[in-house]
């Protein structure tokens, strides 16, 4: 059996601490959760609304915003080893006590630079003192943003937001000391202990997750974590057949902020039909002795779970957003089951806060990532981020960057009601596999980027390296190819950042995620967005709700037309004409092309690819819809 003592205690408390100053160079669903509790509002026109949140107030603003003072003319990049050395050495910064590194030295910008931009970044250190004091930060929904506060509990403005954070930390760490330890047990295995858990949740309530899971989780761990993150039913499938007969001993966490999140109302809804289908008491499973609700207080979620007798359940504050969970029940509970040191995580989180509350630029990490990515994009977000892990554990990272970058920056409008259509793009790989994908073209091809280095310096456990030749080992590779690529890259004027760690552990990823959470918030303090809603995020599901209101519609429409006697198949402009849509006879079109895809209605005459020739209607009549 796995031990448990290092799942949620270690050498370094939690707890907050006098912390010594960093030295640089330069400064030496269940049942309850039925279909017809997703509304989806029926609206005459649908393809006219999609994508509409313009305030009623907007001023139009320059794309062009890289034409302006701060860029008057960028200069060439150094070149001359000398002076990039020196370059190297004055800019690099170092925090001794987690063992990393950040290097800006191959981003261009000029001391002229970042003495212009000092005033801005005074201004986003206020405003993040103020955030961490309680400041409302995210005025759309009259919400504080307090994450930071997770790692440090004394930050937290009052008491009560204090031993809520507390409480449910020490809840965490007591439920996966119990579980992993086997005084919690599945009802169908007395004598046994859970060994899978099935995490059910999307988005910030499964990136961050994955993330950590992939980086920290041992090669053997107490409990194996699979996720069903998405409503796509093939993917569900494998996710449950890959558990087999171990589904009896999997312990099922369903996480949902709002408690109604469809793609997870809809994941927890295929579980149950899997363990039905399976033989086993999903009641008695999984609501009174398998599942576990990550939600907030009175959701409709957490409602379910309290009256259903559910395990656990853990809360999710609504002062944390999804994409800023990890360090949360979200992201804690399945690390804890997973043997991960949760504890290590939050402190390496809140050491990296501490560095970061410096008003010092040059001594700032997460100011010195937001210098850098103004400076690259022109603070406009005219460049993408390429970020290279140069670690298999870190795969992951670029797709939790991704959401957390881009939900974050990607915003229409300013504070001040300008049309800005700000943002960031991400995406990556890992090293080496770039340099057999894309490495070509970013050398090469359009100079439309920056990259971001992640290099690991510790490459296996001491006294497991060896040598392939003499004097390389298998590590001394992945170092060269990482250092080439950097070099290459730079040859060509190709910008890079690198941050370096000595090695993968539960410290240094919650360091990390510190880090760009809160270079995230500087940068949109410095281009002047709100970094904590996401008003495109609700448009699409609202868009979505459309799309499935017409979908009931549609059947409506073909059902009466195939219980007629004889049976009447449909044209399109005749679908269309009896829903009293005809503006949304495209997506009427893609409607009855899903539909018949999947042998829930019959093309009479005519194909798919040919939309105009197609007459369709129901395999079977369905009387009782008739009359509903």
């Not at 004055?90 to 925090?95: A, E, V």
């Not at 039905?276 to 999903?282: I, K, V």
Request: aromatic residues 8%; negative net charge; charged residues 20%.
């Amino acid at each position: 059996m796995a031990s448990v003592s290092g799942i949620c205690s270690s050498s370094s408390s939690f707890k907050p601490k006098h912390f010594t100053a960093r030295s640089s160079p330069s400064s030496a669903l269940t049942p309850s959760f039925r279909v017809d509790s997703l509304t989806f509002p029926v609206r005459p026109k649908l393809a006219d609304r999609i994508l509409t949140f313009t305030p009623s107030v907007a001023r139009e603003v320059s794309a062009d915003l890289s034409k302006n003072d701060l860029f008057p003319q960028k200069k060439g990049l150094e070149k001359d080893p000398g002076a990039l050395w020196s370059r190297y050495v004055d800019w690099l910064y170092q925090h001794k006590e987690l063992g990393l590194f950040l290097d800006v030295s191959r981003i261009g910008f000029t001391d002229e630079f970042v003495e212009e931009m000092e005033p801005k970044f005074q201004a986003a250190f206020r405003a993040m003192q103020e955030l961490e004091k309680g400041a409302i930060a995210n005025p759309d929904e009259g919400r504080m943003v307090g994450h930071y506060w997770l790692r440090n509990y004394n930050l937290a403005p009052n008491q009560f937001l204090r031993s809520q954070i507390n409480n449910a930390l020490d809840a965490v760490c007591k439920f996966a000391e119990d579980v992993v330890s086997g005084k919690i047990k599945p009802p169908s295995s007395p004598e046994g202990r859970f060994t899978h858990i099935l995490s059910v949740g999307i988005g910030g309530s499964a990136l961050g997750p994955q993330f950590v899971a992939e980086a920290l989780a041992p090669d053997n761990p107490p409990l194996k974590i699979r996720f069903i993150d998405n409503t796509d039913p093939a993917g569900i499938d494998h996710q449950i057949a890959q558990l087999g007969p171990e589904l009896a001993s999997t312990l099922v966490i369903v996480i949902s902020k709002s408690g109604g999140t469809p793609e997870t109302r809809n994941g927890l809804l295929e579980v149950q039909k899997a363990f039905r289908e399976a033989g086993l008491d999903f009641a008695k499973q999984v609501l009174t002795s398998g599942g576990v609700a990550i939600t907030q207080e009175k959701s409709l979620l957490d409602n379910t779970a309290r009256i259903e007798g559910w395990l656990a359940r853990f809360p999710m504050f609504d002062w944390v957003g999804g994409r800023t969970s990890e360090m949360s029940a979200v992201g804690l509970l399945p690390a804890a089951l997973q043997g991960i040191d949760v504890r290590e995580m939050l402190a390496g989180a809140s050491l990296m806060d501490e560095a970061n509350r410096t008003t010092v630029v040059r001594n700032n990490p997460a100011a010195l990532l937001a210098l850098c990515w103004y400076w690259a994009s022109d603070g406009v977000g005219s460049k993408d981020m390429v970020v290279l892990p140069y670690k298999d554990s870190l795969l992951l990272f670029s797709r939790y960057l991704q959401q957390l970058v881009m939900e974050s920056l990607g915003k229409e409008f300013d504070l001040d009601g300008n049309r800005v259509n700000q943002g960031l793009t991400v995406y990556g790989n890992k090293g080496s596999t770039d340099q057999h994908a894309y490495i070509q073209q970013l050398r090469e091809g359009v100079h439309n980027f920056f990259a971001t280095f992640i290099e690991v310096l510790r490459d296996r456990p001491p006294g497991h390296d060896w040598e392939l030749e003499p004097g390389v080992t298998c590590g001394d590779y992945l170092f060269g190819m990482l250092q080439g690529t950097r070099s290459a890259l730079y040859a060509n004027d190709r910008e890079s950042i690198t941050v370096t760690v000595q090695e993968v552990t539960p410290r240094s990823v919650g360091a990390m995620i510190a880090l760009y959470e809160r270079a995230v918030g500087i940068y949109a303090s410095l281009v002047k967005i709100n970094a904590y809603h996401q008003p495109g995020v609700e448009a699409g599901k609202k868009a979505a709700g459309e799309v499935l209101a017409l979908q009931k519609r549609v059947l409506a429409v073909l059902n009466e037309a195939s219980c007629k006697e004889p049976v009447e198949p449909l044209t399109l402009d005749e679908v269309a004409d009896r829903c009293h849509a005809p503006e949304d006879i495209e997506m009427i079109y893609k409607i009855i092309a899903h539909m018949a895809a999947n042998d829930r209605a019959l093309i009479a005459e005519g194909s798919c690819g040919s939309p105009r020739s197609i007459k369709v209607f129901l395999g079977e009549c369905n009387v009782d819809d008739l009359y509903a």
